[in-house]
């Protein structure tokens, strides 16, 4: 693969600054957000529960995705990708990997919830464990398919950052595509779909509803805000990571909110 040369027609210095930039906020803002979900976690027993294990993972999985969006910020301000072409190869694996397994995390949330708020039993830690490490391995199988030759990674248009390359009409790319979007994009999207829909009719018959809108949630910033600063506990969780003199307090409050 060769090296990206100058910027393509069309684009110029401001541009790729500019581009740079916003990569910038955006990664230092959902590394920061979903950095303090980890803490919270780590940190709080109280937070340390199955249904919370997926929230992590989700957490960590965009935080790859933040991780991969300030390596491309920090290039589109050097006006140029400096790791070479298995540089480009590592980072498109490595954002490819964390997305699907942000996808299928939110997915493997929305049916964790139903089954708390539909069937009334908590899920065990063993299945929660395998729900992660499932995501994981499978997201990790399917990006790491472009490096053994049926799809493909190479440079954005900018030349500054690696991604897949949606850009092939080749038959081994078109047929990775398809494959690729059945089992990662509309697979999860029918189970989340499915399982707010089912959600959102069982306790429209049992009182008002208190499950979150659903949302676009491929966004760790979205996620970051979704999934854990609306939570009953997680803020509180911060919280005490935050103030250590606030932790016997935790514990009340928690009962109060059950």
């Not at 803002?29 to 249904?51: D, Q, V, Y």
């Not at 919370?52 to 300030?70: F, P, T």
């Not at 493997?108 to 899920?123: F, G, V």
Request: proline share 6%.
């Amino acid at each position: 693969m060769a090296e990206p040369g100058p910027l393509p027609a069309g684009f110029g210095e401001l541009e790729v600054l500019t581009v740079g930039t916003v990569l910038l906020v955006e990664a230092l803002s959902g590394l920061s957000l979903n950095g303090l979900t980890i803490l919270s976690f780590c940190k709080i027993p109280e937070l340390r529960t199955p249904g919370h294990l997926l929230v992590m993972s989700l957490a960590l999985a965009d935080s790859g995705i933040s991780l991969n969006a300030l390596v491309a910020a920090m290039s589109s301000l050097r006006r140029r990708w400096p790791y070479g072409s298995d540089g480009c190869q590592a980072h498109g694996f490595q954002g490819f990997m964390t997305a699907l397994a942000s996808i299928c995390s939110c997915a493997a949330i929305a049916w964790e919830r139903y089954h708390r708020y539909c069937t009334r039993s908590r899920l065990a830690w063993s299945s929660a464990g395998a729900l992660v490490l499932f995501v994981w391995l499978s997201s990790a199988f399917w990006a790491a398919l472009p490096l053994l030759g049926w799809g493909h990674y190479d440079y954005e248009p900018l030349g500054t950052c690696c991604t897949l390359d949606y850009s092939r009409g080749d038959r081994k790319s078109t047929s990775f595509l398809f494959t690729m979007a059945f089992f990662n994009f509309l697979l999860p999207l029918f189970i989340t779909l499915t399982s707010y829909r089912l959600m959102e009719q069982k306790l429209k018959k049992s009182g008002p509803l208190q499950v979150p809108a659903l949302i676009a949630k491929a966004v760790p910033i979205i996620n970051a805000c979704h999934y854990t600063l609306r939570s009953q506990v997680v803020p509180r969780g911060v919280g005490q990571g935050l103030s250590p003199q606030r932790g016997q307090d935790l514990p009340r409050e928690r009962n109060r909110t059950q």
